[in-house]
């Protein structure tokens, strides 16, 4: 089947800009997770979704951050004001939500690069 | 706090020689501790979990509660292993977030 999908793949910006990074996760995935992925700080958790609520926002980096998903199922990753420091590959990971910490399954990621 | 430290940013080894890349980790309570690996230009990908106790690719992984540790092993390397290897921890029992190290680049060369 398909697996967690993320769009766009490339997203070059102007400091100041906003962006929104798109996510699809696996159909039926209760679970979906904000990754992001950068040369100095490694993978580090922004935020993990239970349905359509956040009950861990603890790794977004500032209030410039924001996500929603809606309807279960796709989620939108938004950063204001973009800096350079924002650079960063940006990964969605979506699992099932049973009775144990089940496997994230990663979308290939959006690369964005803040000039 | 919960942290995952994996010493080594580069391993390089022949193929056919033994592997083990190291994981040492601090969390309070009882976590549940996963590798990830990423292929040169794939998705990350899941390896194997403790819990599985299972032999993938050949990768083997025990989890040590008294060292705190969850090193990974291959007794023969081969190319196709060379990748970015990550391990990582989460909250045993529910959907959480993934806690990974900064990860090991595996080399395998002839």
């Known amino acids: 089947g398909a697996g967690v999908s993320q769009s766009p793949s490339n997203k070059v910006t102007e400091k100041g800009k906003d962006v929104e990074l798109r996510c699809d996760p696996i159909s039926g995935h209760t679970a979906l997770y904000w990754y992001r992925q950068s040369l100095g700080q490694g993978l580090e958790f922004l935020i993990y979704?239970?349905?359509?609520?956040?009950?861990?926002k603890s790794g977004l980096p500032s209030d410039r951050f924001s996500a929603e998903r809606t309807g279960g199922s796709v989620s939108t990753l938004t950063i204001q004001r973009t800096q350079q420091e924002d650079s960063a590959v940006y990964l969605c990971?979506?699992?099932?939500?049973?009775?144990?910490?089940?496997?994230?399954?990663f979308g290939p990621g959006t690369r964005l690069t803040v000039l | 706090a919960q942290r995952v430290t994996q010493p080594e940013k580069l391993l390089s080894v022949f193929k056919g020689a033994p592997v083990e890349l190291k994981c040492n980790y601090s969390?309070?309570?009882?976590?549940?501790l996963f590798w990830y690996v990423q292929y040169s230009r794939q998705r990350l990908q899941l390896l194997l979990r403790?819990?599985s106790r299972e032999s993938i690719k050949g990768f083997t992984a025990d989890l040590n509660k008294g060292e705190t540790s969850f090193h990974l092993k291959k007794p023969f390397a081969q190319e196709e292993d060379s990748a970015m290897y990550y391990c990582a921890l989460t909250r045993t029992g529910t959907a959480s977030k993934l806690t990974f190290g900064t990860g090991t680049r595996l080399q395998v060369t002839l």
């Open positions: 403790h819990i």
């Open positions: 969390y309070s309570g009882s976590p549940e």
């Open positions: 990971a979506s699992s099932l939500n049973g009775p144990r910490a089940d496997t994230q399954y």
């Open positions: 979704f239970q349905g359509n609520s956040a009950p861990d």
